[in-house]
């Protein structure tokens, strides 16, 4: 059984220029979460979607950041414009449903975006 | 702001002896407690879960939970250089199960 898989691991962007960062969750898992890891900061929660909606999108920049997890297919993580203060490592995490209070969150390898 | 505050260490304890990581947060709503362990420049991996108050344990881990004094704490018993890492405290936040607000973590190294 694969775990929370991110792609891709590394990535390398200009200023100006868009990043997308994908996560498949484990399988069985229909809650997926988005964690901003800045250089010695802890995880910062981002957003939490389910299939086809965003539950709560508190934690992202009201401006160039999007998130999506469609039907079909990986969650969409997007940054359009990216800034050097963007460069950080982005983990996806996964749960199943019905978890209430003990949710646990499973996490992917993250993306490390690196801002030229 | 709902905080979670951890010292960032680095702790160091020697091979075989207790290592003891603590972590304090701020949210009195908070229900659900982790200990998650990232090894350098990989994912958080989960250690433990802890929703009561008192202690959990798991293996070589106990986690221990006061809520009275908002105080969540992780031993490591017989502790190896395989544990050395930096651990992650997680208390879910904002009066939601999901919303985790992580601390910055502590850097435990185990010396042979």
């Known amino acids: 059984n694969a775990g929370v898989m991110q792609n891709p691991r590394h990535l390398v962007r200009r200023r100006g220029q868009e990043a997308r960062l994908r996560c498949s969750p484990m399988?069985?898992?229909?809650?997926v979460y988005w964690y901003r890891q800045l250089p010695e900061e802890g995880l910062k929660f981002m957003v939490y979607?389910?299939?086809?909606?965003?539950?709560?999108e508190s934690g992202m920049p009201k401006e160039r950041f999007s998130a999506e997890f469609p039907k079909e297919g990986p969650s969409i993580l997007r940054i359009q414009q990216v800034v050097r203060g963007d460069s950080a490592a982005y983990f996806c995490?996964?749960?199943?449903?019905?978890?209430?209070?003990?949710?646990?969150?499973?996490f992917g390898a993250g993306t490390r975006l690196s801002v030229l | 702001q709902k905080e979670v505050e951890q010292n960032s260490g680095p702790l160091s304890v020697p091979e075989g002896a207790i290592a003891s990581l603590n972590c304090t947060y701020s949210?009195?709503?908070?229900?659900?407690f982790f200990w998650y362990r990232q090894y350098s420049g990989k994912s958080p991996e989960l250690i433990m879960f802890?929703?009561?108050?008192g202690d959990k344990e798991d293996g070589r881990f106990t986690a221990q939970l006061n809520k009275a004094s908002q105080y969540v704490s992780l031993l490591i018993r017989d502790s190896q250089p395989s544990d050395s890492a930096t651990y992650l405290c997680?208390?879910?936040?904002?009066?939601?199960?999901?919303?985790?607000?992580f601390g910055k973590g502590t850097l435990l190294t185990v010396n042979p």
């Open positions: 997680a208390v879910n936040s904002g009066g939601s199960n999901y919303k985790l607000t």
């Open positions: 949210d009195r709503g908070s229900q659900s």
């Open positions: 995490a996964s749960s199943p449903p019905g978890q209430g209070a003990k949710n646990i969150q499973y």
């Open positions: 979607l389910q299939k086809e909606n965003i539950i709560d």
């Open positions: 399988k069985g898992h229909s809650h």
């Open positions: 802890i929703y009561s108050n």
